[in-house]
C-alpha cells in the first residue's frame, strides 16, 4: 500500500503494522545525479524491533520486475526465488505454499567503524495473485517516482 509521508514523497507499506512486523520503503534518491544508483531507504518497525538503512541499487535492480514473475501463471515453480539488491543490503527469497506466496524480507548492515554488521529478517505472506501483482506495481510506482537528489547514509539501528 503506498501512503504520502510528512515530505510529501511516497511511502510504500509491506505488512500490516497492527500483525507483527511491517516494512516502509520511502521514495528514493540517486546519490551521484545521473548515475544508475539508486538508494532506497527501508524501515522494519514492530512492537519489538525498529530498524532502517539505505539499499544501494542501480535502477531498482528489477525489484518490480521479481515480484511480477512470481505471479506468471504461465511458468510454474516450486523451488525458492530469491532477488537481491547490488550491494546486498535486501534479499528476498519467495516461496508458493499452497495458494499463496511467502516472502522472507532479509535486511543486512555492515556498522560504520566496527567489524560488525546486523541482521534482520521478517516474513510476509501474500494471496499468489491479486495481491503480488499489486505488490509490484506499488514497487514499480515507487520506483519510477522521480527520485531526490540525495541523502546521507546514515545507519540506524535500534530495537529489542
Known amino acids: 500500500m503506498i501512503i504520502r509521508d510528512a515530505r510529501g514523497g511516497q511511502l510504500l507499506r509491506v505488512g500490516d503494522p497492527g500483525q507483527g512486523v511491517h516494512l516502509l520503503f520511502s521514495t528514493p534518491a540517486r546519490p551521484y545525479g545521473d548515475d544508475p544508483a539508486l538508494d532506497i531507504p527501508v ?7 525498529d530498524v532502517s538503512d539505505l539499499v544501494r541499487t542501480m535502477d531498482g535492480d528489477g525489484l518490480a520486475e521479481f515480484l511480477s ?10 523451488e ?9 543490503q535486501l534479499k528476498i527469497s519467495a516461496q508458493r505454499s499452497d495458494s499463496r506466496i511467502v516472502l522472507t524480507w532479509g535486511m543486512r ?3 560504520t567503524g566496527s567489524e560488525g554488521c546486523w541482521r534482520f529478517e521478517t516474513v510476509t505472506s501474500h494471496e499468489s495473485g ?20 540525495s541523502f546521507s547514509r546514515c545507519r540506524r539501528a535500534s530495537g529489542a
Open 43 to 49: 524501515r522494519a518497525k514492530g512492537a519489538w524491533v
Open 69 to 78: 514473475s512470481l505471479t506468471d501463471r504461465s511458468s510454474s515453480w516450486s
Open 80 to 88: 525458492p526465488r530469491t532477488w537481491q539488491s547490488s550491494e546486498g
Open 109 to 111: 548492515a555492515v556498522v
Open 130 to 149: 491479486q495481491e503480488v501483482r499489486e505488490l509490484s506495481g506499488a514497487f514499480n510506482a515507487l520506483l519510477s517516482e522521480k527520485p531526490r537528489k
